[in-house]
């Protein structure tokens, strides 16, 4: 694996993930569109991202908001159409800005013309693509969830999500004898699948994509328990894409960096765990008790950086110079936003953590203004309690945030109705705003290699309850020490042994503090403070 590249434009990434129903209404239907993207790629570029994930936006009866594809190859009517997304790709390009499409590879929508075929009795082409327990009595399939009743067909069906899911057929690691439906991943229609998966990959490549966020990429082959059989469908991929598109870029939901980077994803999202010991520990759903009462960026000051340190340097060391762990500011699933517990001070302390790490960062869109979460919504498209990180961008005081044109009620989720709500036009000229922040803090990544994704990183104050939390980055010929102090406190630490020529100069954030006392390099940081510094 290490012999083979990574592309470079991923050095210097900075990722801004698009909802696409939610960030820009082109033409006053009530939900945003291609087109209106599009139209808001001046902002992007203000703001700095190179990158964009796009939130599905193939034919689909969204069910599950688009993640129940009916079409993989035809943009879904209401975003628009297939030369609306190359036209878009084509302008991102000319600014410089990639797209990423998200690939729902485990899955389709129960409607899905393959899925629908396979429904029949008669057996036909499709009738291997999808997995069928030999009858429709055999529901209880440990370790999987199938429907029974739906078809004609004499089985259950198995679901990856909800129950209008079917999974695609990519066999099973050790297909149980006595259940001979449990077909092997190199029987025929495991292997068709597949087949249609690069298919479906070298369209919208061939079209001006620059890659696919992968949906569950870890889940494909069933009763993989340690991923065996997974990790080597993905590692077929990219040897494929190797060949045929080298600069294409893969990006896995699938949290457990260590695995997927062994499978040949370029990046994977930092585990759940981890991200929670920094963000919003009061709001975990079903993820456990823990004794911190609190994350690390909440000014309480009672967080615990080791829960993030530990996991992160367990998968950090495993992927080093392989591929990369993408932090987030959020994204559209159960992660509350960003801003929840957090005043705006506290917000850019955690930009200056997400955008001073390696590997590409990754920001919701939204997050760089600090919109909230709105909290009581009905669920929308099989949101239920995603919908509240889901409504409109804010661009600006016009009705409708500057969303859409539409009458309010015909809007595909509400505009959060607080009259203190955050918007771009607020922002975009204070330059003490949190979205000012941002772009200063993606600037100073790019213009600094020893903060890109490839950069050397190594924790120098990290203790379990302290806080600051101080790290190194290297590249290049700097060398840089990032310092935070979320706490409402000020803080002081003793970076005695730490090998730093001078007090130096700084870069962002605090001046000055780096103090030599008696020989020795001190840090000394206000409450809610940071700062970036040559070491
Ligand atoms: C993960 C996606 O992020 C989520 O939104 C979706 O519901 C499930 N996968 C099922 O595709
Ligand atoms: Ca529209």
């Known amino acids: 694996m290490s012999s083979k590249s990574i592309p470079a434009w991923l050095e210097e990434a900075v990722f801004y993930q698009v909802y696409p129903q939610s960030f820009y209404d082109s033409n006053g239907d009530g939900i945003g569109d291609?087109?209106?993207?599009?139209?808001?790629?001046?902002?992007?570029?203000?703001?700095?991202?190179?990158?964009?994930?796009?939130?599905?936006?193939?034919?689909?009866?969204?069910?599950?908001?688009?993640?129940?594809v009916s079409d993989y190859y035809r943009v879904a009517p209401r975003y628009g159409t297939n030369d609306d997304l190359r036209a878009l790709f084509a302008e991102a390009a000319r600014r410089g800005i990639r797209i990423l499409l998200d690939l729902v590879p485990g899955h389709t929508s129960i409607e899905h013309p393959w899925f629908q075929a396979s429904c029949r009795h008669a057996r036909n082409e499709y009738s291997d693509w999808f997995i069928w327990t030999d009858s429709v009595w055999a529901w209880m399939v440990p370790g999987l969830r199938a429907i029974s009743g739906y078809a004609e067909r004499d089985g259950c069906f198995v679901t990856n999500f909800f129950y209008h899911q079917p999974?695609?057929?990519?066999?099973?690691?050790?297909?149980?004898p006595a259940h001979p439906w449990q077909q092997p991943v190199d029987a025929p229609g495991p292997q068709r699948v597949r087949e249609e998966l690069r298919r479906i990959m070298r369209f919208w490549l061939e079209m001006g994509a620059s890659g696919f966020r992968v949906d569950m990429a870890g889940w494909l082959v069933k009763g993989d328990p340690d991923s065996r059989e997974n990790i080597r469908l993905w590692q077929e991929m990219r040897a494929w894409l190797d060949r045929e598109f080298p600069e294409a870029c893969l990006v896995s939901e699938w949290f457990e960096p260590a695995l997927a980077i062994q499978a040949g994803f370029h990046v994977d999202f930092c585990p759940t765990l981890a991200n929670a010991a920094l963000f919003r520990r009061p709001d975990l759903r079903g993820l456990?008790?823990?004794?911190?009462?609190?994350?690390?960026?909440?000014?309480?000051g009672t967080g615990n950086i080791r829960e993030f340190v530990d996991h992160y340097l367990r998968?950090?060391?495993?992927?080093?110079?392989?591929?990369?762990?993408?932090?987030?500011?959020?994204?559209?699933?159960?992660?509350?936003?960003?801003?929840?517990?957090?005043?705006?001070?506290?917000?850019?302390?955690?930009?200056?953590?997400?955008?001073?790490?390696?590997?590409?960062?990754?920001?919701?869109?939204?997050?760089?203004?600090?919109?909230?979460?709105?909290?009581?919504?009905?669920?929308?498209?099989?949101?239920?309690?995603?919908?509240?990180?889901?409504?409109?961008m804010q661009w600006d005081r016009s009705p409708n945030a500057g969303f859409s044109t539409a009458p309010a009620e015909r809007l595909y989720l509400p505009v959060?109705?607080?009259?203190?709500?955050?918007?771009?036009?607020?922002?975009?000229?204070?330059?003490?705003?949190?979205?000012?922040?941002?772009?200063?803090?993606?600037?100073?990544?790019?213009?600094?290699?020893?903060?890109?994704?490839?950069?050397?990183?190594?924790?120098?104050?990290?203790?379990?309850?302290?806080?600051?939390?101080?790290?190194?980055?290297?590249?290049?010929?700097?060398?840089?020490?990032?310092?935070?102090?979320?706490?409402?406190?000020?803080?002081?630490?003793?970076?005695?042994?730490?090998?730093?020529?001078?007090?130096?100069?700084?870069?962002?954030?605090?001046?000055?503090?780096?103090?030599?006392?008696?020989?020795?390099?001190?840090?000394r940081l206000p409450p809610v403070s940071g700062g970036v510094y040559r070491a």
């Open 34 to 68: 291609i087109p209106g993207i599009q139209l808001k790629l001046d902002y992007l570029e203000t703001l700095g991202v190179n990158a964009v994930w796009i939130n599905p936006c193939f034919d689909s009866p969204f069910l599950d908001a688009g993640y129940d």
């Open 167 to 176: 999974a695609l057929n990519y066999g099973f690691a050790a297909p149980d």
């Open 288 to 300: 456990g008790a823990n004794p911190y009462a609190y994350s690390f960026f909440n000014p309480v």
């Open 315 to 392: 998968h950090y060391a495993q992927i080093k110079g392989r591929g990369h762990i993408a932090l987030f500011s959020g994204n559209h699933d159960l992660t509350p936003r960003l801003s929840t517990g957090l005043g705006v001070e506290d917000l850019k302390l955690a930009f200056l953590f997400l955008l001073t790490m390696p590997g590409p960062p990754f920001i919701y869109y939204g997050d760089e203004i600090g919109m909230r979460t709105v909290e009581g919504l009905p669920s929308k498209e099989g949101g239920y309690q995603r919908t509240g990180v889901r409504t409109p």
């Open 416 to 523: 959060d109705d607080r009259p203190d709500r955050p918007t771009v036009a607020d922002q975009l000229d204070d330059p003490d705003s949190l979205l000012s922040c941002v772009r200063h803090l993606i600037a100073l990544r790019r213009a600094h290699p020893a903060l890109c994704a490839s950069g050397e990183w190594s924790p120098v104050f990290a203790e379990a309850g302290r806080y600051p939390f101080v790290y190194r980055r290297s590249g290049g010929d700097e060398n840089l020490l990032v310092a935070i102090n979320p706490a409402d406190r000020p803080v002081e630490v003793d970076l005695g042994q730490v090998a730093i020529q001078g007090p130096g100069q700084t870069l962002y954030g605090v001046e000055g503090a780096i103090v030599e006392r008696q020989g020795r390099w001190v840090l």
